[in-house]
């Protein structure tokens, strides 16, 4: 798979950052009102409505250009990863690196801040509710940990 820096500009990359912003904000009203109240420091959860077990297909740009120059005949092609990571797992991963804990949930009653961040992701939702797909692609290396990590931190420092 390619460098995270060829997945910078896509929608993963943004999706993150809104995430990353969203709880920045949402931290420092959250660390207010408890110093204010004098109440105990809790862990908050960060909810996304999203389907758990869909799966978001990430794939390196080199990947998807290599199999295009490699195509001899006409014809449909899906140039998708062909085992991606359910959302669960990624999830789990950017939450790792961003220090976050996140929380996949199909159905719930929104906090103010979960509304704001549903309104301000709306371009995400058919991201949020992916499905297995079909992939022509056959040596796709596999969407790991460390590469989510790698694509994070290339983010966060661009």
């Known amino acids: 798979m390619g460098s ?3 997945f910078y500009a896509g929608h993963f990359s943004q999706l ?3 995430m990353i912003k969203v709880h920045q904000r949402a931290e420092l009203v959250r660390r207010k009102v408890e110093g204010m109240l004098r109440l ?3 862990e908050p959860v960060f909810r996304i409505r999203a389907n758990p077990e869909g799966k978001l297909n990430l794939v390196s740009l080199d990947d998807v ?8 005949r ?5 140039l998708t990863h062909p085992s991606p990571p359910t959302l669960s797992q990624l999830f789990d991963w950017i939450g790792e690196f961003v220090m976050i804990r996140i929380k996949l949930e199909s159905n719930f009653k929104p906090t103010p801040i979960e509304t704001a961040f549903e309104k301000m992701s709306s371009a995400f939702i058919p991201y949020l509710w992916g499905d297995a797909f079909r992939s ?3 040596h796709c290396p596999p969407i790991t940990k460390e590469f989510i990590g ?3 931190k290339s983010t966060i420092l661009a």
Do not use: H, N, R, Y
């Open 74 to 78: 006409g014809g449909t092609f899906w």
């Open 4 to 6: 995270a820096q060829q």
């Open 40 to 42: 105990p420091v809790i």
């Open 16 to 18: 993150v950052t809104l």
């Open 65 to 72: 250009g290599e199999a295009m120059t490699s195509i001899k």
């Open 150 to 152: 790698d694509t994070i």
């Open 136 to 138: 022509d692609l056959k």
